[in-house]
């Protein structure tokens, strides 16, 4: 089906992982340079899907804030993070 992709070069730090999965709590807010700081960056995805998800660095992540659409996805722990790099992922899934 469609399907909305954006790249970058840029990879998520261990803090970026932790804040996009805190929906609607503004984490930036006292860095004024920080581009999202009024937290509606990331957040306006869910006005084109459910799940979002993307690849950066060795982890692909997605996101199910309503637990409706993911195994195991829960309001404490909204999604998933898959190290993909050394479970040979790519290799089954190719395209």
């Known amino acids: 089906g469609p399907s909305v992709l954006s790249w970058n070069n840029a990879q998520f730090s261990p803090r970026d992982f932790h804040n996009i999965a805190r929906i609607g709590q503004e984490s930036k807010t006292c860095k004024a340079a920080a581009t999202g700081r009024f937290g509606l960056g990331f957040n306006s995805v ?36 898959i190290r993909h790099t050394r479970t040979g992922l790519a290799q089954q899934f190719a395209d």
Do not use: I, R
């Open 46 to 81: 869910y006005h084109f899907t459910d799940v979002p998800s993307f690849v950066s660095g060795e982890y692909l992540v997605l996101l199910d804030p309503h637990a409706s659409h993911l195994p195991g996805a829960s309001a404490a722990a909204p999604g998933l993070k």
